[in-house]
């Protein structure tokens, strides 16, 4: 089985120095996963309830991000046992999925 392993964090946030996103996507990669990607959102609230969303004006880098990888079963949980204990504060979803090339 695959799973999509989505997790959200937000523009600025940063880990050893690197967005945490591209942070995540290294540590990944040197994990060996197959792939992952970063989306950037127009707007958006989260657990804390402030909304942010993109303006002309929008200089503090508070939109959501979401970084996706698409994993054996197997992978997810190495990549989600490996983030366990580093007290990222970061939040995710997995869900099953079925992927493949047409």
Do not use: C
Not at 20 to 41: D, I, N, Q, T
Not at 50 to 78: K, S, W, Y
């Amino acid at each position: 089985m695959q799973s999509v392993l989505k997790f959200y964090t937000t523009e600025k946030q940063t880990r050893d120095g690197k967005l945490l996103y591209e942070w995540l996507l290294e540590h990944a990669r040197a994990m060996g996963m197959p792939g992952g990607s970063v989306y950037r959102a127009v707007a958006g609230f989260g657990r804390h309830g402030r909304l942010h969303e993109e303006t002309f004006f929008e200089l503090g880098g508070e939109l959501p991000v979401q970084i996706e990888f698409v994993l054996e079963d197997g992978a997810a949980d190495r990549l989600l046992h490996s983030l366990n204990g580093m007290h990222l504060n970061l939040f995710y979803m997995r869900h099953p999925v079925q992927s493949g090339v047409v």
